[in-house]
């Protein structure tokens, strides 16, 4: 099996800050959704979906270790 090494360009760098800002949104939104949810099984498959996108949110962290949480914290608003 072949393993894609990862590109840490600057426009990947770029991209990849965008998509964690997208993330972060989404995320915000699924738990707002959630709050509004009664259903157990619905809310089950959102707590996945948030887990989810938070293990992406930190392959993203992992692949650009410069930056700092706090700038992290800075793209995501």
């Known amino acids: 099996m072949d ?3 990862e590109d840490k360009s600057e426009e990947s760098k770029k991209n990849h800050i965008e998509y964690y800002r997208s993330l972060c949104k989404i995320i ?3 738990k707002e959704e959630k709050n509004h949810e009664k259903e157990p099984a619905i809310k089950s498959h959102l707590d996945n979906r948030i887990d989810a996108m938070e293990k992406d949110k930190k392959r993203i962290r992992d692949m650009f270790p410069e930056i700092k949480e706090g700038e992290w914290n ?3 608003n």
């Open 3 to 5: 393993i894609k090494e």
């Open 28 to 30: 915000l939104n699924i």
């Open 74 to 76: 800075d793209y995501a």
